[in-house]
């Protein structure tokens, strides 16, 4: 019903082009900068959004399926650790626009927990506490996974190799109790 893309690396023209072979009819989409970035949010037709606002780092929507209302937003976080922060005051002032049920998920660019990396200079437990205290500040709990618990790699060979879990769903609990 529903498709969010973060780093695309894409112009939103070839995303478009994307969009449609897909099948999906409806949609917003966020060229990258250079090779950097790019979002893309594709719905059905019996999915209605309501798109609030766009920008490179962000899409953030109120979403209305079978009868449920809640707000959706898919996150590219700033991939600079110098500006990730601005990704964080980016969430907490989404947070403040209302109180609907919601759903934060793509990629944050950011591990929250030393175990969620594999290889490379270990991540600075203060940039990833910058990471939970938003996540708390914002009432976000992640959602966890199954399969891999990598979702970027290096593709470098043996001791080379970094891989780490930057993309996540996070969402409020009272999103988790509309859709236990």
């Known amino acids: ?15 478009e082009r994307l969009k449609w072979s897909l099948g999906f009819s409806q949609g917003v989409t ?4 250079r090779k950097s970035g790019g979002l893309a949010l ?7 959004v309501t798109v ?21 937003t898919g996150i590219y976080g700033e ?10 005051e980016v969430m907490r002032y989404l947070h403040a626009q209302d109180n609907l049920p919601w759903i934060c998920a793509g990629d944050f660019n950011e591990a929250l927990h030393h175990d969620e990396q594999q290889g ?7 940039q990833m506490k910058m990471f939970e205290e938003c ?3 914002c009432g976000l709990a992640d959602l966890g996974f ?24 996070t969402c409020t609990s009272s999103f988790m109790q509309m859709f236990p």
């Open 146 to 169: 199954s399969g891999y618990p990598f979702t970027w790699d290096n593709k470098r060979q043996a001791e080379e190799n970094i891989q780490v879990r930057l993309d996540r769903a």
């Open 30 to 33: 966020v060229s990258c900068a």
């Open 135 to 137: 996540l708390t500040d």
């Open 52 to 72: 609030r606002h766009w920008c490179q780092y962000y899409i953030d929507c109120q979403m209305e399926v079978d009868g449920h209302i809640y707000r959706f």
């Open 42 to 48: 594709w719905w059905r037709d019996h999915v209605t």
């Open 1 to 15: 019903a529903l498709v969010f893309l973060s780093e695309t690396k894409k112009s939103a023209k070839a995303m």
């Open 79 to 88: 991939p600079c650790i110098e500006k990730r922060s601005k990704t964080w």
């Open 120 to 126: 490379g200079n270990p991540r600075s437990r203060a």
